[in-house]
């Protein structure tokens, strides 16, 4: 397995006695590298996820983000490494009374301390930064917008922004179109890969859409039974791989062909 920016040994994750969510996956990651996990229900995509940066902690295995030992950290080491790495959420994740630029700052908690983000005493470069952040996810002029008042793609470009705030070395995004209708998940997907590849910055993005992954990721990692049993370019997920994947199914799909300008995965 080439070294990367993350490294996965081993990793397992059973709950209770007979429960197999991750069994002795390896994964590598370089840097700049965008994966999607793909998978059917209960095949341990967003539990891989979660280890990742121990919201579920494993039951064995390592994960290595650079140099640093992910599994061996605890208390404010844990804190200090999970600064490295942004989250998007399916559900956003978002306060809702809270403005679109509170959300924002909310970024920036693990640098700032909770009283001085409690008393919104944030740096003005924070401040400079989650305006430009604004500019990039298209939602310049909505500083001030409660996040309740916001649709569901805008919700999600706010979670985007809101992830880069915390200028992160990793990004994990857990199904970012699952709420989203087909063309805003078609924009966001876009965003997110756009947004990764201007910074170079890796990203494991777990999606269930197949044509959304096949589009937009040049890399396509398969989960089955908490076991990986794909892992190579998105043009090598014929019909044979994909029922390794998911099982007998019919795999014509028509809307994979209508592909619009500038839709592809990056070069």
């Avoid at 310049?140 to 880069?164: K, P, T």
Wanted: glycine share 10%; charged share 30%.
């Amino acid at each position: 397995m080439p070294v990367g920016l993350l490294r996965i040994e081993g990793l397992s994750k059973r709950y209770g006695r007979d429960a197999l969510a991750l069994d002795g996956v390896d994964l590598s990651l370089a840097a700049g590298e965008v994966i999607a996990l793909i998978g059917p229900s209960g095949a341990g995509k967003s539990t891989l996820i979660r280890c990742i940066n121990r919201l579920v902690e494993p039951s064995a295995g390592k994960v290595w983000l650079g140099d640093t030992d992910l599994t061996a950290l605890d208390g404010r080491a844990l804190r200090r490494a999970r600064r490295r790495i942004g989250m998007i959420f399916q559900e956003f994740a978002l306060v809702d009374r809270l403005t679109v630029m509170e959300n924002l700052l909310s970024g920036r908690l693990g640098y700032v301390g909770f009283w001085r983000a409690a008393l919104r005493r944030f740096p003005q470069a924070d401040i400079e930064r989650a305006f430009e952040l604004l500019e990039q996810v298209e939602l310049a002029g909505m500083e001030d917008r409660r996040a309740d008042a916001l649709s569901g793609g805008q919700r999600q470009r706010v979670g985007i922004a809101r992830a880069l705030m915390q200028t992160p070395d990793l990004l994990l995004v857990d199904e970012p179109t699952a709420s989203l209708d087909p063309r805003t998940s078609r924009q966001i997907m876009r965003l997110i890969t756009r947004l990764c590849g201007e910074r170079g910055l890796p990203a494991v993005i777990n999606i269930h859409d197949v044509p959304l992954a096949r589009r937009f990721c040049r890399r396509i990692v398969g989960l089955r039974q908490g076991r990986i049993v794909y892992d190579g370019p998105s043009d090598g997920l014929d019909e044979g791989v994909l029922t390794a994947i998911y099982g007998e199914e019919e795999w014509d799909a028509p809307a994979e062909s209508e592909v619009e300008a500038g839709d592809e995965a990056p070069v």
